[in-house]
């Protein structure tokens, strides 16, 4: 297998501006209010006086395991050798949903035709598009992801992950190596809450739609 591409978010940076998200649509052709390819969670940890919040920016987690290839009946989602993106072809796909249902973390988005469509790392513009894009390993000047380009904070980064890593703390070295997913976490610095905030950034809350 290629080397696998993903995502370096640092929860220490993110200001909840949803700059990413807007970049995202922007990019794909995405009507506001429709779907979110990307999305800005907020998540708590704690209770007064020790409560804390944290920004999540999400988006597809270019699982090792993907979930939602496993339960499509047609094939038309792939984790592709070449990259470890997780593409969909739009061609194939029938509108069951089963991958929305199977990933826990929101990812599978549908628009008013029905099909399925998802962050598929900027591969290409549009929804379905890059299941036939030249592996990222291979293309001389990949396009940055627009949510990266547009991060006012710096907090997101993609890239091959063993070039992200270069970007990771130790405790979010580790808590890849125990992951199923291409995105590495920095955890909050408040020590007191990094693990619960960390956990809660996978915890599922939008199976399906």
């Not at 209010?33 to 999305?39: A, F, I, L, M, T």
């Not at 987690?61 to 939602?68: L, N, T, V």
Request: net charge negative; proline share 6%.
């Amino acid at each position: 297998m290629g080397e696998q591409w993903g995502f370096y978010f640092d929860t220490n940076k993110c200001m909840g501006c949803s700059a990413c998200a807007i970049a995202c649509k922007n990019r794909h052709g995405a009507e506001a209010g429709g779907v979110d390819w990307r999305r800005v969670e907020r998540v708590s940890s704690g209770e007064f006086p020790d409560y804390n919040e944290q920004n999540v920016s999400l988006s597809c987690m270019h699982c090792a395991d993907a979930p939602c290839e496993k339960v499509c009946p047609t094939n038309a989602i792939e984790k592709r050798e070449s990259d470890g993106i997780v593409t969909i072809d739009r061609d194939k796909c029938i509108g069951c949903k089963y991958c929305g249902w199977a990933c826990p973390y929101g990812a599978p988005q549908y628009g008013d035709e029905g099909l399925m469509q998802k962050c598929n790392l900027c591969l290409d513009k549009g929804p379905g598009s890059g299941a036939d894009a030249p592996s990222k390993n291979d293309q001389e000047d990949p396009l940055e992801p627009a949510c990266v380009d547009e991060c006012v904070g710096d907090a997101l980064h993609a890239g091959p992950i063993s070039e992200l890593m270069d970007l990771a703390s130790q405790a979010a070295a580790d808590r890849y190596a125990n992951d199923q997913t291409s995105v590495i976490v920095e955890p909050p610095n408040n020590d007191a809450t990094a693990e619960n905030a960390s956990n809660s950034i996978i915890t599922p809350f939008n199976a399906g739609d």
